[in-house]
């Protein structure tokens, strides 16, 4: 799947089967991410590249250090980075995509967050004082309001903008009139 630092052979594949199911953890990887019912919450500091890049996207709110690194240096190492590319593809724009995927560069903090990449960028010494904050405010939040809006977050992009305000509309008032955020 990824680049062996030991510079062992990769194993030989008989068949495009057999590859396929090796690579379906990591799609059910990305899938339970995106399904879970709760915000992932993830925290970079230091190099996120391949499948460290791809995790801090398909997680809903990343905060990275100043210093962090992001790559995606798969075809540098003679890797299809579909899989990879797959993680992003509904987080970033396409010209990002393509770029961290063609560049293969490693990009800043600064310029991951304006890709989308991550939400927050902090000093490096205030990591865990930024992640305190998002979890004491998810801690606070009634636990319906926090489903709905991941619900929300993971089903409107699909739809047209009309569609999304009604789902937005039909919630808004199932929950808020519901016994947990009434009281």
Same mark, same amino acid.
């Given at each position: 799947?990824?680049?062996?630092?030991?510079?062992?052979?990769?194993?030989?594949?008989?068949?495009?089967?057999?590859?396929?199911?090796?690579?379906?953890?990591?799609?059910?990887?990305?899938?339970?991410?995106? +399904?879970?019912?709760?915000?992932?919450?993830?925290?970079?500091?230091?190099?996120?590249?391949?499948?460290?890049?791809? /995790?801090?996207?398909?997680?809903?709110?990343? /905060?990275?250090?100043?210093?962090?690194?992001?790559?995606? *240096?798969?075809?540098?190492?003679?890797?299809?980075?579909?899989?990879?590319?797959?993680?992003?593809?509904? +987080?970033?724009? +396409?010209?990002?995509?393509?770029?961290?995927?063609?560049?293969?560069?490693?990009?800043?903090?600064?310029?991951?967050?304006?890709?989308?990449?991550?939400?927050?960028?902090? *000093?490096?010494?205030?990591?865990?004082?930024?992640?305190?904050?998002?979890?004491?405010?998810?801690?606070?939040?009634?636990?319906?309001?926090?489903?709905?809006?991941?619900?929300?977050?993971?089903?409107?992009?699909?739809?047209?903008?009309?569609?999304?305000?009604?789902?937005?509309?039909?919630?808004?008032?199932?929950?808020?009139?519901?016994?947990?955020?009434?009281?």
């Amino acid at each position: 799947m990824g680049r062996d630092n030991a510079g062992r052979k990769a194993r030989d594949v008989e068949d495009a089967l057999e590859a396929r199911e090796r690579s379906e953890v990591v799609f059910n990887f990305y899938g339970a991410f995106r +399904r879970s019912k709760i915000p992932v919450v993830c925290v970079v500091q230091g190099r996120a590249l391949g499948f460290g890049c791809a /995790i801090t996207s398909v997680c809903d709110i990343t /905060i990275a250090s100043e210093t962090s690194t992001f790559a995606l *240096p798969e075809m540098g190492h003679n890797i299809m980075p579909t899989m990879a590319m797959s993680s992003l593809i509904d +987080r970033l724009g +396409r010209k990002a995509v393509l770029y961290l995927t063609y560049s293969t560069e490693e990009i800043d903090a600064t310029t991951a967050l304006s890709y989308g990449l991550v939400s927050r960028v902090v *000093p490096d010494n205030g990591l865990e004082k930024q992640l305190a904050l998002v979890c004491n405010a998810l801690d606070k939040a009634p636990l319906a309001a926090i489903k709905s809006v991941k619900e929300y977050a993971t089903n409107a992009l699909t739809m047209s903008v009309e569609q999304a305000s009604d789902f937005a509309r039909n919630m808004h008032s199932a929950v808020n009139t519901s016994k947990e955020m009434r009281g």
